[in-house]
């Protein structure tokens, strides 16, 4: 059998026809992609049922102007089963309690929902009134801008509208809302700032909530530059756990000492004069009676001997002086020491202390 080579018009042909059934699935899967609504499973029979008698048990409470209860069962049926008629009731019923912008939101619901190939008639028509309530609400919508006023609008770190909170990136935005009163809560740190708003249907509004001012902030201490801290304040002398100032060592320490030593120092050269002369006097006179050489001796060891004595005494006064002034201290203020002062007198055959303490 001869071999037969494809010709360059058959190798085109070929190539057209992948080409084609490549264009084809492309739309098939385009086609499940931007209407998923079709390929969404239809609601069980159970399900359909208990919409059913949600919508009557609605259509009922409607009837007796129960509206709260009315949107309540709408809803709980739009959520088993999404056909027109039961979103056109849900939207009505929204709008009758004047919620615009949920009975807007339903009807625009209605819109998106996939269309059945076996819908009825009552259903299309349904969709055309959805359409048609929804072109009429939304002019009656409020809408309400809210303007942070005051410094660092970036200290808001909640923004509340009806307690759903506002994202940042939409809070310069114009809000839907219903006509009313809202209430805008702006939380500053700890500290809530309330605004209250009463809009009209259709009104533009601008809600201005007026941030507190910033806390001053305290300049921080000064570290460099060679600045260093106050100069502290003079030490005061310290004092005693009763407040009296401490005492210091009596001046009759020093007197007692100065007169002792210059006591002992008389004392001993004047005894040992004394001494001396006397072992002359003994030697020379008898019954006190000496020659006229040794009269002198006499005398000086006689003076010598009273001066010696006088000196010890001082001597052992100046010891008590200092004794006494050990255990009996003395304060150290000025006035206390003004005048006191001693001093030694000596004379023939005498002497003394005197000073003023």
């Known amino acids: ?38 390929a969404r499973a ?43 008629i039961i979103g056109v009731a849900l939207a009505k019923a929204h709008e009758r309690l004047g ?36 072109a009429a609400l939304e002019p009656r919508i409020a809408r309400v801008t ?14 509340t509208f009806d307690g ?9 935005a114009p809000r839907q809302t219903n006509p009313g009163t809202h209430r805008i809560v702006a939380l500053v740190g700890v500290a809530p700032v309330v605004v209250t708003i009463v809009v009209n249907e259709g009104e533009t509004a601008s809600a201005t909530v007026e941030l507190p001012p910033e806390a001053p902030v305290a300049p921080a201490p000064i570290a460099s530059q060679g600045v260093g801290p106050p100069p502290a304040a003079p030490s005061k002398a310290p004092v005693g756990s009763e407040g009296v100032p401490p005492r210091t060592t009596s001046p009759l320490v020093g007197v007692g000492l100065a007169v002792g030593a210059v006591g002992l120092a008389v004392g001993a050269v004047s005894g040992a004069i004394a001494m001396s002369k006397a072992s002359s006097v003994r030697a020379n006179c008898q019954n006190g ?25 001082c001597a052992g006064g100046g010891a008590a002086l200092m004794v006494i002034g050990l255990f009996s201290g003395a304060s150290s203020h000025p006035a206390d020491e003004k005048g ?10 005498s002497a003394g202390l005197r000073g003023s303490f």
Not at 53 to 77: N, V
Not at 292 to 312: C, G, H, M, N, V
Not at 340 to 349: C, F, K, N, Q, R
């Open 1 to 38: 059998m001869p071999l037969v080579r494809p010709t360059s018009s058959d190798r085109r042909l070929r190539f057209l026809r992948r080409a084609a059934a490549l264009a084809a699935c492309a739309a098939v899967t385009f086609v499940a992609i931007s209407a998923p609504g079709v």
């Open 99 to 134: 919620e615009l912008v949920e009975a807007r939101e339903a009807c625009l619901a209605v819109g998106r929902s996939p269309r059945l190939p076996d819908e009825t008639d009552r259903s299309s028509a349904a969709r055309t009134e959805a359409d048609a309530l929804a």
């Open 42 to 84: 239809a609601p069980s029979a159970d399900a359909i049922a208990t919409a059913r008698h949600l919508f009557q048990e609605g259509t009922d409470a409607l009837a007796s102007g129960d509206l709260t209860t009315a949107r309540d069962r709408f809803a709980a049926a739009w959520s088993l089963a999404q056909t027109p």
């Open 340 to 349: 006191s002062g001693a001093s030694i007198w000596l004379g023939p055959g």
């Open 289 to 313: 009676i000496c020659q006229r050489p040794y009269e002198s001796d006499l005398s000086t060891a006689q003076t010598t001997a009273t001066i010696a004595t006088i000196a010890f005494a």
């Open 164 to 172: 759903v909170v506002v994202p940042e990136a939409a809070r310069a």
């Open 146 to 159: 809210i303007a942070l006023q005051g410094a660092a609008p970036e200290r808001v770190s909640s923004l």
